[in-house]
Structure formats: C-alpha cells, structure tokens
C-alpha cells in the first residue's frame, strides 16, 4: 500500500537555527505515528509543517500520496487538535463543530446529520448549545476532538491533546483515543512528551532530540532494542538501567565485570555476543533484573548484590543497588523480602540486555 | 496577640465605624466640591438674565424658564449667523461617527493583524504607531493643512473625519493590539485548518470575542473626537464647524450683555453626547466585562 503520509529530507529552519534536521518518515493507512521527544525537540514545529501551519525550509510532504509542500492547511485534508483546545469561545459547542463545513459551503442538512453522528459517537448530545467556557476540561477535549472528526479527514493530527487534564482523566481520554483510532481505522498523528502514551497509543514511534531523528519504529522495537543511549534513557519508567562496565573476550562469548564499591566485581557471562569493546555501557530494564529463583531461562544469571533502597510501589516493589557507580534499579515482585543493607540474590536477564558505546551512544548489538 | 478580649474588640470596632462615617463626609464632601461647577451651570441655564443679575450665582432659580436653552439650541449668534448650535451639533454628528467608526474597524484590523499575523518588522509598525499616539496636536497643524489641500479636502467635513481617523488609529490599533495578543495563536491555526481565510478568522472569531475592547475603544473614541477644538478650529470654515467651535463662537462674540445662561446651556448641549454615550456604553461595558463567558 502506498504510505499515506511521507516526509522526506524534511529541514526547517527559523533564521540560522535549524529546528528540523533532514526528518524521513512514511506511514501506511490505518498507523498511529507518535512523535516523541523532550520539550524543544521540535515535534510540535513538525506536526505544524504536516499541518501546513508552518512553511518547511526544504525536503516534501506527502499526503495520501499527493505533494502537499506548500498546499495550504485547508486542502490538505487534515484536521488537527491542539493542546489548548482553540475552540471558538463564542460560538456554540455545534457552531464549533460544523464551523469547518460552514466555511466550505456544506448544505446545512448535511451539517445537520454529521453533527448529529458525531455527538452521539462522542456523546456530547447534551452539551451542543453550550459555550465552550461553560464546559469542563474533558467535555472541552471531546469537543475539539468532534470538530477534527466531523471532517473525516485522511489525517487526523494531534498536538498534545492530553496534556492540559488531570492524571486520571488523561488515561481515560487514552485509551477512548485509542479505541477510536480502532474503530474508524484512521491514520493518526500525535505528538507527546508523554512516553507512556506514546508507548501505549502508538503502532509506530519517532523519537527526536534536537531536531534529529534517534529512531523510528513500533513501540516494542523501541522499547527492547534503543537505538542509543538518550533513547534508552526516554522511553520507559523508571528509566533503563545504563552501568558503565568492562567487556572481556571469555571463549565464544563475553565476560561483563561491573565494578562494586567494598567488593569483588559482580561478573557476567554474556555467550550471545561475540564482539564488544573493553569500555561498553549496559543497559537492563529494571524488570529484567529480578529476585532469584523467579526467573528462569539460559541468559539468567545470578549474583548477590548490596540493597541501598526499597521503594514499594503498590504493584511492584523497587529495589536500588549500586553497581558500576550507578544506582541500579530492579523491580522485583510486591511481596518481596528485601531489606536496605543486607544482600540479596537478583537474577540479571541477559538475553534482554543491551550495549552501548560510551562516546558514541550508539547501540552495539 | 493571642488574647484578643471581647471588649478590646469592641472598641476596635467603634474605631471602625467612626472611620467609616468621616471617610463618607470626606467623600461626599468632594463629591459636592466636584459637582458644584456642574449645579452652577444647571441652574444658571434656568434662569433669566434679569435674575442672573441680581441674584446670588448658587442660588436655585426662582422662575425656572427654558428660554436660554433655546436660544442656545436655534438662536445664538456666531459672528454674524445667528442659527444657534444646531446646525454644528449636526456637523459634529456626522463628523464625529464616521470617524468614530472607521477608526475602530481599522484599528481592530491592525490589532488583528499585528498580534495573530505576525509578519517581519511587525513589533517596530506598532512601535511607530504607538509613537504615533504621543506626538502633539500642533506639530501636525501645518503638514496636515497643506495635505488636505493637496487631497482637495480643505474646509470640509471629510477631511476633518480623515483627520481624526489618522489621529485616531494609534490609539485604537494599540487597544486592539493589547486584547487580540492574549488570544492563543492556536484559535487562528484551528481556524486556518478548518479553512477559514484572513477575513473570515477576523470577522467570525475575532470580532465577536471584542465586545469589551470595541465599548473601550469607541468611548475613547468618541470623546475624543467630539470635545476636539483645535483640528476642528483649524480644519473647517463657516458651514462646517463643529459644535465645540460654535460653541467657542457663541461665547466670544456676544456684544452688548453677557448671556450667561445661553452660555452655560450651549455648554451643557454641546457636553450631553459624550456624558450619553458614557453612560449607555458605560454599562455595557460593565455588563460585558461581568458577564464572564468571553474567555474560552
């Protein structure tokens, strides 16, 4: 299938900055694209270049196989909805959402029935005459949300949509998010801070830092296999386990010592690698370290290691070591016994590990 | 601190009341002070010049007569016409509204414009404009003369409302500017998604958020326009003055006795519409700042 959206060698630049650094993305109908990033990464200035609400300094957009570089935002048929809602404050919860049709010169019985579809899959039935200052943050988003949908667009963009309501309803407009993007299999993009909701929403991830490009692919890659170091450090909380270690030839595959403070280095053996140099960075998610006996498999090894810090967090209980001058966080099982001071036996799953190299950040396996 | 008795509190509330009353006698008392030349004039307008003369000036009229009102209004001489204020109360009408109301629709497009169209070298327009808004009256006289007559505008009404429009965008673009400014850029992206244009956005979105700022801006306006001497002094000739001109002309060129209570009612005529639209536009504006609902 030909991708419904395909960005390539896209640059912006504001004076001499550059926001945007040669951007390559294409996704197939029915994707969910999520760009994430720290703040100032330029994923808002992105997401406005696809809108057409900023013009791009060179590269193509591409959408629903046409070039849409320099069409303007009403032709592109997209709709957008953005983090402070921009709903119109005097008009009426329906005038906001058949505003757009209004503007393109649909017959008023046509408005009259799209509004209606879209009030009932929302239900906003009973907010329609109301003005949007008469309404809480969640009726707000689901009207913004009514404006974009009545429009049955081939794009749907969201700029932070979620990030103006409080914790609780935020999951829920998540995951009725999704399940709207399931329904009506539409191609979405969204842009968030949030790596939870990137992970949780997305078929398909863009993480950017400075403009740049650090990965792109389905959560699962993503999260497993980071493609460096920041990405590793971004996605996931609490964040990945980076140690600073020394790799040895050991036979077929590799020796990991991870220096200890007062004791013997903890040492790995790691036979699915053959090729590492001395100074690498190892990266374990905390739920691949696990209390002993409660994981099984070839790449489990075993060592007794110093507790700093428990931290019981209701589901999971984390425990802190320190190893390799690092705090190395493990989540281990509610019910655990770990106390701060005495060792515990922790169980490193090293078929889930990952290396990076030190100077570059790059992945090395 | 901590053992406040009740009858210390009493006494703190005695204080307080005795407070209370001086602040109202202090208040009323300059509110007397300030209404005083205002009673002055009301009453004086009332009464003959027979009564003028040998009366006290703060005196309540003893024969309440109307007859200075309509001298002022229809008879009055300016020199040698003797029509009264009428027909320059006119003048300034259909001086004062036009300009009232050009100067506003332009200056909202510049606010628009400036504020949510930023464009290079838009802060240092505005800049200019505001700049625009202090530069005195008097430095223009002779430039805006000789370009009146350059544009064959000399002497007449339009070219006094063209005055009072350049005069007057300063000010309302610097209104309009400040208000749209809190908008959220985003209203206009949205907007632009939804595929509304330049004017659209301006007209269906801006315009009516601006009820507060439009009642702001058309007092100021207003006022301005109509309580102007020196552009109108300058600016016009016999047949297009406009009524503070008039009423300049009525009070300065009387021979013979001094008609005060004309005087004072050609004042009064001459003050109403500004004291007018204060106070019906005054209103709305309280109304439109209370009713709350305009921010999204």
């Known amino acids: 299938m030909a991708p419904i959206l395909d960005i390539q060698n896209l640059v912006k630049n504001y004076g001499a900055v550059e926001i945007l650094k040669n951007i390559n993305v294409a996704i197939e109908p029915g994707d969910f694209l999520v760009l994430v990033g720290p703040s100032g990464c330029g994923k808002s200035t992105l997401l406005n270049c696809i809108a057409g609400l900023e013009p791009i300094s060179g590269g193509t957009i591409a959408i629903g196989g046409r070039d849409m570089t320099h069409v303007s935002p009403k032709d592109r048929d997209i709709a957008m909805v953005f983090q402070s809602y ?17 503007v393109r010169g649909v017959d008023a019985e046509t408005q009259a029935q799209k509004l209606a579809e879209v009030a009932k899959q929302l239900q906003i039935e009973a907010l329609l005459d109301r003005r949007p200052g008469q309404l809480s943050g969640g009726q707000r988003q689901r009207v913004a949300m009514g404006r974009a949908l009545v429009r049955d667009p081939k794009l749907f963009l969201f700029d932070e949509p979620l990030s103006n309501l409080d914790a609780k309803l935020r999951v829920e407009m998540r995951s009725e998010i999704k399940k709207l993007h399931q329904n009506l299999g539409a191609t979405m993009v969204y842009v968030t801070h949030d790596q939870i909701e990137a992970m949780t929403l997305a ?10 490009v650090q990965q792109i692919g389905t959560p699962a890659e993503i999260y497993n296999r980071p493609a460096n170091l920041f990405v590793a450090d971004f996605m996931g909380s609490p964040a990945m386990n980076l140690i600073p270690v020394k790799a040895r030839k050991n036979g077929a595959g590799m020796k990991i010592e991870i220096a200890r403070q007062g004791a013997e280095p903890l040492v790995l053996h790691d036979t699915r690698v053959a ?6 960075i190892l990266g374990l ?3 691949d370290i696990a209390e002993a006996g409660y994981r099984a498999g070839e790449n489990v090894q075993t060592a007794d290691c110093l507790i700093d810090m428990v931290e019981p967090a209701g589901a999971d209980t984390y425990v802190v070591s320190h190893l390799g001058g690092k705090q190395v966080t493990a989540r281990l099982h509610a019910e655990t016994v770990a106390a701060p001071g005495q060792m515990l036996g922790l169980a490193f799953d090293l078929g889930k590990v990952s290396y990076f190299a030190p100077q570059t950040g790059e992945r090395l396996n | 601190m901590t053992d406040l008795g009740f009858p210390q509190s009493q006494g703190r509330n005695w204080g307080h009341v005795a407070l209370r009353c001086l602040l109202f006698l202090l208040l009323g008392l300059f509110a007397l002070f300030y209404l005083m030349p205002l009673f002055v004039m009301v009453t004086t307008s009332l009464k003959s010049l027979e009564e003028i003369r040998t009366g006290s000036l703060v005196a309540f009229p003893r024969d309440v007569t109307f007859e200075a009102w309509r001298t002022a209004w229809s008879g009055a001489c300016t020199g040698i016409q003797c029509e009264g204020l009428r027909p320059y109360f006119w003048n300034s009408v259909i001086l004062a509204i036009p300009a009232v109301l050009i100067s506003t629709l332009i200056g909202a497009l510049n606010g628009y414009v400036i504020s949510q169209w930023k464009f290079r070298g838009a802060n240092l327009i505005f800049s200019l404009m505001l700049f625009g808004c202090f530069i005195p009256f008097q430095v223009v006289l002779l430039p805006m003369a000789r370009m009146l007559g350059l544009m064959g505008l000399a002497g007449t009404i339009p070219g006094l409302i063209f005055v009072h429009v350049i005069y007057g965008i300063g000010f309302t673009t610097l209104f309009f500017r400040n208000y749209y400014v809190t908008i959220p850029a985003e209203l206009v992206k949205a907007a632009k998604v939804d595929g509304a244009g ?8 801006f315009l009516p958020l601006s009820l507060p700022i439009i009642v702001v801006t058309v007092i100021w ?5 109509w309580n102007d001497f020196l552009f109108g002094v300058s600016f016009s000739q016999a047949g297009t003055q406009p009524v503070t001109v008039a009423l300049n002309n009525i009070v300065n060129s009387t021979t013979g006795v001094k008609e005060y209570n004309v005087d004072m009612a050609a004042a009064i005529i001459a003050a109403l519409p500004t004291l007018f639209v204060y106070v019906v536009a005054g209103n709305y504006f309280i109304r439109g700042l209370t009713a709350g609902s305009v921010k999204g």
């Open chain 1, 203 to 212: 078929t398909k991830i863009v993480v950017l830092k400075g403009g740049v």
């Open chain 1, 275 to 280: 090729e590492l140099p001395e100074d690498v």
């Open chain 2, 221 to 225: 306006q207003f006022t301005q326009i």
């Open chain 1, 285 to 287: 998610r905390p739920e």
């Open chain 1, 86 to 102: 921009a709903l119109y404050p005097t008009m009426s919860v329906a005038k906001n959402i058949t505003f757009g049709m209004k």
């Open chain 2, 198 to 205: 330049f004017f659209r956005i301006f007209w269906s979105i």
